[in-house]
């Protein structure tokens, strides 16, 4: 071969190693996600549009194919989750199901879901399968916090609760709002459900008219009730002196003069290291409980009543904290 012609040669495979992709530079497949909503899917504003919202951000950090599932009953969402599974399984796949409702339905489906990992959302689960993992929030410490700060602003002591329907993710709420009231000198009025189903998660008239009875005698209401929280804001904004509370995201812009504040989880949180530990091949399955003291749940205060409440809020914050650890001793 001739210098001419060697040079060439070299010029080209310089050329060719410049355009192929460094090693750094390759990217690996995408994850594909599959979420499982809950029944009556988006548009709650609430514990849905917060899963959702985790779902975006961890879109923004990690390359990300996504296939949501928005079932209207629970016959469809086992439907959907068996179809996904009778798909090819592949290690780059997670599955999240968003909330207690289908904790029998994940417990069900045992461990044929490797190599899939599986993220459940809202309760505990036993430790049955490696490649699953189930996020409880602790949110008795954040609502015992809520029921002292809506004391702060309340003109009368008396307090009241709605929850959606008659379940323990629900019941830590409101036990830890009236542990929050009666510490801060208050006195529950009464605790109503909605339905005995997830029902009552959508249903903001029958929520509107169950706090105007109960504005009757309590100044605050706290509703845990999904998209029916709606409804318990409407009933404060037309009394004087009513007051309200957010769940699951920051609900204050709902009803900025009657929310005190919010009591939230971090669901994006829980998400997104979901997602990353998947995407790393560091993923590990099991219970894991996101408390106050994780920064998995917290009470976000309404800027209005900021400066009313702060200082009773920080006050009061290991007062919640032992009422938690004591709740946890009576409802393991």
């Known amino acids: 071969m001739n210098n001419r012609l060697t040079r060439v040669v070299l010029l080209l495979a310089a050329f060719i190693a410049a355009?192929?992709?460094?090693?750094?530079?390759?990217?690996?497949?995408?994850?594909?996600?599959?979420?499982?909503?809950?029944?009556?899917?988006?548009?709650?504003?609430?514990?849905?549009?917060?899963?959702?919202?985790?779902?975006?951000?961890?879109?923004?950090?990690?390359?990300?194919?996504?296939?949501?599932?928005?079932?209207?009953?629970?016959a469809e969402a086992a439907m959907i989750l068996h179809e996904w599974l009778a798909e090819p399984a592949t290690t780059d796949e997670?599955?999240?199901?968003?909330?207690?409702?289908?904790?029998?339905?994940?417990?069900?489906?045992?461990?044929?879901?490797?190599p899939r990992m599986m993220l459940h959302l809202d309760e505990r689960l036993p430790e049955?399968?490696?490649?699953?993992?189930?996020?409880?929030?602790?949110?008795?410490?954040?609502?015992?916090?809520?029921?002292?700060?809506?004391?702060s602003v309340a003109k009368r002591p008396f307090a009241a609760a709605i929850g959606g329907m008659d379940v323990e993710t629900v019941n830590l709420f409101l036990r830890g709002f009236e542990a929050g009231v009666v510490y801060a000198g208050g006195t529950m009025k009464g605790i109503s459900y909605l339905s005995e189903g997830v029902d009552g998660f959508a249903n903001p008239e029958l929520a509107k008219e169950t706090a105007q009875l109960l504005y009757q005698e309590s100044?605050?209401?706290?509703?845990?009730?999904?998209?029916?929280?709606?409804?318990?804001?409407?009933?404060?904004?037309?009394?004087?002196?009513?007051?309200?509370?957010?769940?699951?995201?920051?609900?204050?812009?709902?009803?900025?003069?009657?929310?005190?504040?919010?009591?939230?989880?971090?669901?994006?949180k829980a998400i997104i290291q979901a997602v990353a530990d998947v995407t790393q091949r560091n993923f590990v399955g099991g219970p894991m409980e996101m408390g106050?003291?994780?920064g998995g749940t917290a009470l976000v205060i309404n800027d209005l009543f900021e400066q009313e409440v702060r200082n009773s809020v920080e006050m009061a914050r290991e007062a919640a904290l032992a009422a938690e650890a004591m709740d946890r001793e009576q409802h393991p």
């Open 94 to 114: 997670l599955i999240i199901s968003v909330g207690v409702q289908y904790s029998d339905l994940i417990a069900a489906v045992d461990c044929p879901l490797a």
């Open 128 to 151: 049955a399968c490696d490649n699953v993992r189930s996020v409880s929030f602790g949110t008795f410490a954040p609502s015992f916090l809520a029921g002292v700060a809506s004391l």
């Open 19 to 74: 355009c192929a992709p460094q090693p750094d530079e390759i990217e690996d497949e995408p994850l594909l996600v599959r979420v499982l909503f809950p029944v009556h899917g988006l548009g709650d504003r609430s514990f849905a549009d917060a899963a959702y919202e985790g779902i975006v951000r961890a879109g923004l950090e990690y390359s990300l194919v996504v296939n949501y599932g928005t079932p209207a009953d629970l």
């Open 292 to 294: 106050l003291t994780q």
């Open 219 to 268: 100044d605050v209401i706290f509703p845990v009730a999904g998209g029916s929280n709606p409804g318990v804001f409407e009933a404060a904004k037309e009394q004087e002196g009513r007051f309200s509370l957010g769940v699951d995201s920051d609900q204050s812009w709902m009803g900025v003069g009657v929310i005190v504040g919010s009591v939230i989880k971090h669901l994006d």
